[in-house]
């Protein structure tokens, strides 16, 4: 299989087949990045095709200096984040919620049938938990807990993607890890064990 | 040796790969002896599992023929991408071919227009039509601006000869398709990197300074009228008097190569099509250094508002050389 970076040179060289491989090869995983970010699928969809727009205009000046995947991703969330400033400027920015503005259905299809009824509802509700929280987050740390938990990219591109330190990118992650336990934390009960006794 | 519960929530909302074996390890025998931090960590990992499994919804397939579609439209429109690699002209170039939009093209450039650039700032070709001779000056300097980013020497800021002399731009033709000489070559900028354009600027003048980012985008990022008699009209320039200053600007669009030109251009006041009057602008002398002072500020990118005046004819002010003057302001 031909390397993101080798597609797009070719592309360069003007195989147009080259950007469409590496636009199906991406246009999944950069969508479920905007979707969980924007909270919308209309919204990330409209990102997505910028997105990649922008991709076929910057094909040009490419050098493949890094990872393919951390130009692609920075260029999504640089656009993300100007529609999400935007949107909260105008004071229409939509949480992100089980349901986007669309009506559709978000994240959660439960049509796995290893599934029991049960499983699907304590499933159903753990991800609109899991939405709650990440919609209290800041954008930059929703971003990189996106980036680290869904499409498993490394701290040190996640760095890049965000333009910020590595050492922001652990503290966002931290920061969301314990957003996500918090909720719980309300109800901690003193530690019944000596373990417990410097809390 | 133990933990507290404390210290093992910590620990707990520590990204796995970040978390050592030895704290790994105590925090495993803090979870086996404590029930409550036992479910915190049953919890947060039952919502990463679901987070990490859950089957996001597909984007329609529609939506990516759209894309293609488009793609292909603006490559029948624009430059063949073939010969678009990294083509940067520079100021050695023959100028005459440099100059042509077909030659541009070639360079996998599209040409640097003027009614590209400025008739989306002063509306129809006939107002901008007889700035015959506009100055063109590529200035541009990137220095990592100070606690921005970490100084990786990642980003190459290359000063320009700057010799340009003075750049003439062709009188425009009917189809309104006069180019600019695209005098630039590729900086490669990252997000973060601050950029510094000092001017000296002598007389009235009207700066523009324009962007081209890595998608071949053009924009103004930033106007300033100087009329040679008035001073401290720029909030984002940096004005020490009236002739010049310097602008701080921090690209906001993705990293890849930015291209700043400043063109020094005659300001058209009046209202009356065929009445042209200019002010024009005498270059003096760019000065490019490092940036003095790290600090960094977000200037946001005004643009000068030219009023005119009541009955729509400028008056004149014949101490800038035959140029006029009107009413104008930074909003």
Known sequence: MRTDQDLMMAYQDGDVAAFETLTRRYWGPVYRFLRRLVGNDAVAEEILSETFFKLHRAAATYQPRGRFSTFLF?????????VLREARRQGTREPLSPT????????????????????????????????????S??????????????????????????????????????????????????????????????? | MSITCEQCLAILDTPEEMVGEEAAMLMRAHLEACPSCSRAAERLEQRLRAFRTAPPPEPPPAALQRLLARVEADRAENAPIETARAGALRLGADVESASSPRAA???????????RIFTPFFGSAKWWA?????????????????????????SSFDLLDVDLQAVLVRSNDASGGTEILPVFEGTHVLPGDGLIFRFVIEGGVHLMLIERDPNHDFRVIYQWTNLGTEQGVSRELEIADQDGGVLRYVPDGPPGEYTYIAVLAPVVLSTEAGQLDA??????????????????????IDSIRIR????????????DGGGMRGEYETP
């Open chain 2, 279 to 300: 002010i024009w602008g005498r270059y003096v002398e760019t000065e490019l250094s490092p940036l003095a002072e790290p600090a960094h500020s977000d200037f946001a």
């Open chain 2, 308 to 319: 005119y005046l009541p009955d729509g004819r400028p008056e004149r002010d014949d101490r």
């Open chain 1, 74 to 82: 920075a260029i999504a969330h640089h656009k993300a984040i100007d």
């Open chain 1, 100 to 135: 986007g503005r669309d009506g559709r259905s978000h994240t959660i299809t439960l049509e796995s049938p290893e599934l029991r009824p049960d499983a699907k509802y304590e499933f159903k509700e753990t991800m609109q938990n899991v939405d709650r929280i990440l919609e």
């Open chain 1, 137 to 199: 987050l800041p954008d930059a740390h929703r971003a990189a807990f996106i980036l680290y938990y869904q499409e498993e990219l490394p701290t040190k591109e996640i760095a890049r993607v965000l333009d910020v330190k590595p050492s922001s990118v652990r503290a966002y992650l931290t920061h969301a890890r314990t957003a996500l336990r918090a909720e719980i934390s309300n109800t901690h009960e003193p530690c019944a064990t000596p373990y417990g006794a410097g809390r």
């Open chain 2, 130 to 154: 007889p700035a015959i001779a506009a100055i063109c000056l590529v200035v541009w300097l990137g220095v990592p601006a100070g606690g921005l980013r970490p100084k990786g020497g990642e």
């Open chain 2, 105 to 115: 093209s070639r360079h996998g450039l599209r040409p640097w227009t003027l009614s």
